[in-house]
């Protein structure tokens, strides 16, 4: 019933993937805890997901510190609440050369209140049509995208969607 507990990373790189996870979730009254990486890049790859996730209070926050790339692929990051009185999490992403999405998501979303914030800051943004950066809830509060966003239309493989990204700076 308290809140959990912060996951610290610290690395010159960390991958997840098939399934991998990094939690702080909360199921009963207290709130989910909060993520914090110092990281050189981030991949992240079927069906991986970073999640300060609640039931039934606030959702958590995510702070991500990439000084490279931060690639996901089939992925999420999210700071949902399920809670009709509480608000969805608030997530930073500062300092990569690239993050680059390619069918995965970055959510945080509530079910009745206020979605967070979501503040990217990064040299470029690359998005296949299949990823969503959403903040919602049933009082919009959306957080703010800094940087070049290049939209992928059709989807791309990450590597061809790096090769893109170069071209255009």
Do not use: K
Not at 120 to 140: H, M, W
């Amino acid at each position: 019933t308290g809140a959990s507990g912060s996951v610290s990373v610290d690395a010159d790189e960390l991958r997840l993937q098939n399934g991998a996870a990094l939690s702080v979730r909360s199921t009963g009254a207290g709130r989910a805890g909060s993520v914090f990486t110092d990281l050189g890049s981030l991949f992240m790859s079927g069906h991986s997901q970073i999640d300060a996730t609640a039931t039934s209070s606030l959702a958590g926050n995510v702070e991500l510190n990439v000084s490279e790339v931060a690639f996901l692929q089939d992925s999420i990051i999210s700071g949902l609440s399920a809670d009709p009185e509480n608000d969805g999490g608030n997530f930073i992403i500062q300092h990569p050369e690239a993050l680059v999405l390619q069918r995965s998501s970055i959510l945080a979303n509530s079910a009745s209140g206020a979605g967070g914030n979501i503040s990217i800051t990064a040299d470029a943004i690359v998005l296949d049509t299949e990823s969503t950066v959403e903040a919602t809830g049933q009082v919009l509060q959306t957080g703010e995208v800094l940087g070049s966003v290049l939209q992928l239309d059709p989807p791309v493989r990450v590597g061809h969607a790096a090769e893109l990204l170069l071209e255009q700076t």
